[in-house]
């Protein structure tokens, strides 16, 4: 029972720091009506941007995670000026289409400027675990589970309880809605892109504080996707719980069922609850019933 339930709490801590990447969906869907396959690259970017300012130009840590959030955030921005803003008002599968384009260059972009090798990523988060009677938590990773529910509880005051928030809504709704009531899609646009850089450069530091940085950080998006699709890709509050269910699921299969099946059941899991979503609950289990799926 002692390890069920180990297991179980792992599985939770690591979840909501996924949950954390699927608040980074959900900004950029909520804002541009975008469902940003290519996120994995954008946390791909912001780790090996903490790891060039901390490392490679020698700042310290501090300064280096500043710097590298905000170069995230400003990399979100081009991207959205040079890939999506030409997309504005077309059909989601437009969309959908750029965004894999776009993963599969950002990806090469990486490899380009920074190499195929790996190398250690720098200790921003304490190392080591927490202990908590008969049971040890990750330290880095709970951080990043308390930052992840504090930020989902900021980002859904602003978008519940914020004029500049209620439009953003507005456009997730639908581009030519917003436009008619006079709301700048471009604008909410750009300050989905901003989030959703700064998002991704932060799970980038909890994931990999401490650990090996390759080129293979591009597909934890691939593992966060279910989680925004799962809580819903319009819902902020659903993000961490998602995050939550999807890291328990993972961590009962990588401990249950890995042995079982050669080490394929945690890795299929996040692809086959996509599956499921789509088929069950298309728009998630908290978010807008109105709702497009391609």
Known sequence: MIDLLQTVLSGIVTGLVYG????????????????????????????FLVWTFATGFGLPLPLAVLLAVA?????????????????????????IMATIALLVLLQGLVQVLWGAQT?????????GEVILGPFGVNRALLIGAAGT??????????????????????????????LSLGISVRRAATIGWLLGGALACLAAIVLFSGRLL????????????????LGGLESI???????AMVGVGE???????????????????????IVLVLLIRPQGLFGWRTIERI
């Open 20 to 47: 954390l990447i699927g608040l980074s969906f959900v900004v950029i869907y909520r804002a541009a009506r975008i469902v940003n396959v290519a996120q994995g690259g954008l946390i791909a970017v912001g780790a």
């Open 237 to 243: 509050r659903g993000a961490p719980i998602a995050g």
């Open 214 to 229: 390759g080129l293979s950080a591009a597909e934890i998006g691939f593992v966060a996707l279910p989680v925004a699709m």
């Open 119 to 127: 190398r250690p990523f720098p200790a921003v988060l304490p190392a």
């Open 149 to 178: 529910v504090l930020l989902a509880a900021a980002l859904d005051w602003f978008f519940l309880h914020t004029r500049e928030g209620l439009r953003l809504a507005a456009v997730a709704e639908d581009h030519f809605t917003a």
């Open 71 to 95: 170069a995230s955030a400003g990399f979100g921005l081009v991207l959205e000026r040079i890939v999506f803003r030409p997309l504005v008002g077309q059909p989601a599968f437009s969309m």
């Open 251 to 273: 961590s009962l299969s990588a401990a249950y069922l890995d042995p079982l099946t050669n080490g394929a059941a945690s890795r299929i899991f996040p692809s086959a609850l």
